[in-house]
């Protein structure tokens, strides 16, 4: 229980492009979702939090303009890179907490991971 | 601001070793401390958590002590296997595993036969 899965895994584009990627909760409701990213050798730093059917939060220094994230539904949340860079290439993770059957036995305060998806802009 | 710092690695050990990834942290008031552990392929996994001083978070033979006078959370485990081999990242959060969590850099362990 309590899967997460991201699509696509890899993503390579052209520069000014736009990508996007997309976070699933496979047998929870995920009420929140977290959008990290991640550096070579860096830890991973939080970009946003979004709680389904709200606008996400953003932390500080993260342009909101270029990381669009929807979260429009309880099993889905959407990170849209726009216009695209090769400073923009990293690699991306999500999480979600929230509710259902899948979280059984698990605390509602704990976050489960997608397996990232790593960005190559060319 | 809050930050953690743990050791880099990899780490290459043989099967049965014992295990040590040291863990520092940084923070304001109490915060909760937590071990990922991200096998290949897969997302980051709770692996343990402790939640107030000199409490001892375990979890399949892994261990962590919160210790406050030295701000460490050090991760053990007596007999490391091959199945272990993964990326571990120590983390915290001011309000439990919901919100803002901050991570190390991960520390790489690899298990030889």
């Known amino acids: 229980g309590a899967v997460v899965s991201q699509h696509p895994s890899w993503v390579i584009c052209k520069s000014g492009t736009s990508v996007k990627i997309e976070c699933r909760s496979l047998?929870?409701?995920?009420?929140?979702m977290f959008w990290y990213r991640q550096f070579p050798k860096q830890s991973l730093m939080l970009m946003a939090t979004?709680?389904?059917?709200?606008?996400?939060?953003?932390e500080q220094g993260v342009e909101k303009d270029k990381f669009l994230i929807n979260h429009a539904s309880l099993t889905l949340s959407t990170l849209t890179v726009t216009s695209a860079h090769p400073e923009d290439s990293s690699f991306y993770i999500c999480s979600a907490r929230g509710t259902g059957a899948g979280l059984a036995g698990r605390s509602y305060n704990e976050q489960f991971f997608g397996p990232g998806t790593r960005l190559t802009v060319l | 601001g809050n930050s953690v710092t743990q050791m880099e690695g990899p780490v290459t050990l043989s099967e049965e070793a014992f295990l040590t990834i040291n863990c520092t942290y940084t923070a304001t008031g109490y915060p909760s401390l937590f071990w990922y552990v991200q096998y290949p392929g897969e997302g980051l996994q709770l692996l343990l958590k402790?939640?107030?001083?000199?409490d001892k978070g375990s979890n399949k033979g892994f261990e962590a002590t919160y210790r406050k006078e030295t701000t460490s959370f050090h991760l053990e485990k007596g007999s490391v296997q091959v199945s272990d081999s993964a990326v571990y990242f120590c983390a915290l959060s001011n309000t439990g595993t919901a919100s803002k969590l901050t991570f190390g850099t991960g520390t790489r362990l690899q298990v030889t036969l």
């Open positions: 402790a939640t107030k001083a000199d």
């Open positions: 047998d929870f409701q995920a009420t929140t």
């Open positions: 979004s709680n389904e059917g709200s606008k996400a939060t953003y």
